[in-house]
């Protein structure tokens, strides 16, 4: 079985423009780092040209389908009947979007059916992460 889930999804960037521009999207999750979660958008998709990736806690996306959720820099909430919205808060600005809450809902079931919610801490390898972080100690 695959240790990795990624999704594609269509976000819809929110701009000042009346119109929102749908934009590709990837979200990923990797059981070797079980409580989170990635979003990655394309290089063409952001302002500096280069892929942006954006790591946060599964039970962020998990608790933002149902209520406003986040304080830092990433922030989630529903929207509407069938819309999930993501806040990016970064120096260089925020960027908002919108995504379907039942792709959001169907990734995290996959998650779910890989890394059971509540048993993440099964999948740590504490001693392989202490080598890693002390790799390069003298």
């Not at 070797?32 to 958008?41: E, G, H, I, N, Q």
């Not at 830092?72 to 919205?85: A, L, S």
Request: proline letters at 6%; one cysteine or more.
């Amino acid at each position: 079985m695959s240790i990795v889930i990624e999704q594609a999804v269509e976000a819809r960037l929110v701009a000042a423009a009346p119109r929102m521009a749908s934009i590709p999207a990837t979200l990923a999750y990797d059981a070797r780092d079980p409580f989170a979660v990635r979003m990655s958008f394309p290089a063409p998709a952001t302002l500096e040209g280069v892929e942006v990736c954006w790591t946060f806690a599964r039970e962020l996306l998990a608790s933002g389908v149902e209520e406003p959720v986040g304080a830092g820099d990433v922030r989630v909430r529903p929207y509407g009947y069938d819309r999930t919205v993501l806040e990016f808060h970064a120096m260089e600005g925020t960027a908002v979007v919108h995504i379907r809450t039942g792709e959001v809902e169907r990734f995290l079931s996959d998650t779910t059916e890989l890394v059971p919610v509540g048993e993440e801490h099964l999948y740590v390898d504490v001693d392989a992460d202490l080598a890693e972080l002390l790799r390069d100690v003298y």
